[in-house]
């Protein structure tokens, strides 16, 4: 190859890669923003909110509906209704019909609060993912997949939720809002408007 040519390439190179890890960025930011903008207006994280929204749409659920439903492990969605309950947002009782079961049921607080809160970000990237043409799905999947992939990510556990941070993060949502998140030396701490 000319040597001539080998910077010029190498600077196209480059520049598609920044213009990858910006996008990546942005989407990170992204979901940083609204699960911030979520604690701070309804005091709920991004799962916490879905488990609910599962259940007001659902009525009184075992929690293994609940998990299947929105594609979380059980274990997962427990821990998250320990806290749901502590909040008076959840109620657990056993099933009048068969009391090896557990059913979970909304309070009407939670009903109020799913009414009042804003669709999840991953509602609206859904509804616009849904009407893109089959073609340009397929090419997004395998492209995410190939980034993740790249970033030794591929089998990292994830659920479909698009949450900053854990999706059983300890501690209250308010409590882990409040939570300074740490700074890497030389780099600065970006604002929520940005």
């Given at each position: 190859?000319?040597?001539y040519?080998?910077?010029?390439?190498?600077?196209?190179?480059?520049?598609?890669c920044d213009?990858v890890?910006?996008?990546?960025?942005?989407?990170?930011?992204?979901?940083?923003?609204?699960?911030?903008?979520?604690?701070?207006?309804?005091?709920?994280?991004?799962?916490?909110?879905?488990?609910?929204?599962?259940?007001?749409?659902?009525?009184?659920?075992?929690?293994?509906?609940?998990?299947?439903r929105?594609?979380?492990?059980q274990a997962?969605?427990?821990?998250?209704?320990?806290r749901?309950?502590s909040?008076g947002?959840?109620?657990?009782?056993?099933?009048?019909?068969?009391?090896r079961?557990v059913?979970v049921?909304?309070?009407?607080?939670?009903?109020?609060?799913?009414e009042?809160?804003p669709p999840l970000?991953?509602?609206d990237?859904?509804?616009?993912?849904?009407?893109?043409?089959?073609?340009?799905?397929?090419?997004?999947?395998?492209?995410?997949?190939?980034?993740?992939?790249?970033?030794?990510a591929?089998?990292?556990?994830?659920?479909?939720v698009?949450?900053?941070?854990?999706?059983?993060?300890?501690?209250?949502?308010?409590?882990?809002l409040?939570?300074?998140t740490?700074?890497?030396?030389?780099?600065?701490?970006?604002?929520?408007g940005?």
């Amino acid at each position: 190859m000319n040597e001539y040519l080998q910077p010029k390439i190498n600077r196209h190179k480059q520049h598609r890669c920044d213009e990858v890890l910006i996008a990546l960025r942005r989407v990170i930011r992204a979901v940083d923003l609204h699960s911030r903008r979520l604690v701070r207006s309804h005091g709920l994280t991004a799962p916490q909110a879905l488990i609910l929204k599962e259940l007001v749409a659902s009525g009184p659920v075992s929690v293994g509906h609940i998990a299947q439903r929105i594609n979380l492990s059980q274990a997962t969605v427990t821990d998250i209704l320990t806290r749901l309950e502590s909040r008076g947002l959840v109620v657990r009782e056993r099933s009048p019909i068969d009391r090896r079961r557990v059913l979970v049921t909304p309070t009407e607080e939670a009903s109020l609060t799913i009414e009042r809160g804003p669709p999840l970000l991953q509602e609206d990237f859904s509804r616009r993912f849904a009407e893109l043409e089959d073609w340009e799905q397929t090419l997004l999947v395998a492209s995410l997949q190939r980034i993740a992939s790249l970033m030794d990510a591929d089998r990292i556990d994830a659920a479909p939720v698009l949450a900053a941070g854990e999706v059983t993060a300890p501690g209250d949502a308010a409590q882990t809002l409040d939570e300074e998140t740490p700074v890497a030396p030389g780099q600065r701490k970006e604002a929520d408007g940005q």
